[in-house]
């Protein structure tokens, strides 16, 4: 025992070092293990309430081109509007189609208080959390199209994980053909992102458009991404490599909406059900 | 003692506040992230017990992660810089050896003492993260040229910092 002691007391420092490594990496490689730990995290009222502080200075600066933004978008939802008019002349047809839309979705507006684009994990914190409604695993998207989906929520504010984080991946398609394929992002340029599993038979050309697939509970169908700068086979592969810039510029990001699923819950459930099966 | 640890807490707050306030959020050259704050670690007092480094650094390194959303990253790469740092003080000993309550600082032991500390912290810190951070040996180049640009930009802003520091910090 007293040998034991001696030990301890000639090694301590490096036995304590050992024990402080082991700790952090543990917290490194549980990451996706500990979800609800918003401690360590922008999230936390804390350091929150810091970048919310700073974040209003930039958002400050940026005014001018939220305000383009915000315009653009109020131009496109009155066009929206209008064809919606037009294509439903009477309102019960407007109300029964609406029955039928399986895809409903809960918009909430959020503010941007921190957002990295230089990391290969980069989050975005925003200003809304538990007690304004918005759940874990719910898509984020601005006006330009999809921003991420919401990881860790406080009662104040919330975590998202940016489409700009080697950890998230996206279901996405190409617009005009419907093929669907899986999205992230390689760690790179944060103007890029990477979309695979295209098959090799689906037209693909420079330009089109790529959009959310809404087979998951997280996005609305159709949010755009982005537009296809470049593409490759791979040799002896049966699927694409499409290079994809990214509509949103995650640089310049201010405001957000997240999006709630309504029969999300729902959904997921019976998901489960029949992978448990 | 108590005017210490009041200056280093103050050091503390100024420099997580500076990391995740303003450097975090530059973007140089879309992945560049000059990490400024482990000048805390680098410049606790020589004489410094090792567990209360060991402690310090973990604890930095947890804050930091708080502002970054990455729980243990920058935690695991300060608790190896403050492992490394006994190490490196007693590789670049001046002859005499060290003076009782001697900061690892330019004012005590001159520029190009302390640019050869400063370069062996750094690196050895930013090693150490970005292998964390891409948590693997793929990419290996990337990786490098990711811990090589950083370091160099966390070494000047190191230097900037100690025209702040030094009239502080005059030897007495």
Known sequence: ?277 | MINTWIRYSLNFVVLVLVQALILNQLNLGGYINPYLYILFIMVLPVAIPGWLLLILGFFTGLTIDAFLNTPGMHASATVFLSFMRPLFLRYIAPRDGYEPGSLPIPAHFGFIWFLNYAVLCVVTHHLFYFLVEAFTFNNIFSTLWRVIMSSIFTLVFVMIAQLFGQTRTKRN
């Open chain 1, 1 to 277: 025992m007293r040998n034991f002691f001696r030990f301890i007391e000639k090694y301590h420092f490096f036995l304590l070092f050992l024990v402080f490594e082991t700790l952090a990496l543990y917290l490194v490689v549980n990451y996706n293990q500990l979800q609800q730990q918003t401690f360590i995290s922008t999230s936390n009222r804390i350091t929150a309430s810091f970048l919310e502080i700073s974040g209003s200075f930039r958002n400050y600066f940026a005014l001018k081109r939220a305000n383009d933004e915000l315009s653009r978008e109020n131009a496109f939802l009155r066009s929206q509007l209008q064809n919606m008019a037009e294509t439903a002349p009477s309102r019960n047809v407007v109300s029964s189609v609406d029955l039928l839309t399986p895809d409903r979705f809960h918009y909430r507006q959020a503010k941007v208080i921190n957002n990295s684009v230089n990391k290969q994990f980069n989050y975005i914190t925003i200003n809304r959390g538990a007690m304004h409604g918005i759940k874990p695993e719910t898509g984020v998207i601005s006006a330009r199209g999809l921003v991420g989906v919401v990881k860790n929520v406080s009662p104040h504010y919330s975590t998202v994980l940016s489409l700009l984080n080697t950890r998230l991946k996206v279901s996405a398609k190409l617009r005009d053909s419907n093929f669907f394929g899986s999205l992230e992002w390689d760690g790179h340029s944060y103007r890029h992102v990477v979309l695979t599993e295209i098959p090799a038979h689906a037209p693909v050309q420079i330009g089109d458009a790529v959009v959310t697939s809404g087979y998951s509970t997280i996005f609305p169908d159709g949010i755009l991404v982005g537009t296809i700068e470049d593409f490759q086979l791979g040799e002896g592969e049966g699927f694409y490599r499409i290079k994809v810039k990214l509509s949103v510029d995650f640089k310049s990001l201010a405001y957000v909406e997240v999006a709630e699923k309504i029969s999300g819950e729902e959904q997921r459930n019976l998901e489960k059900q029949s992978q448990d099966d």
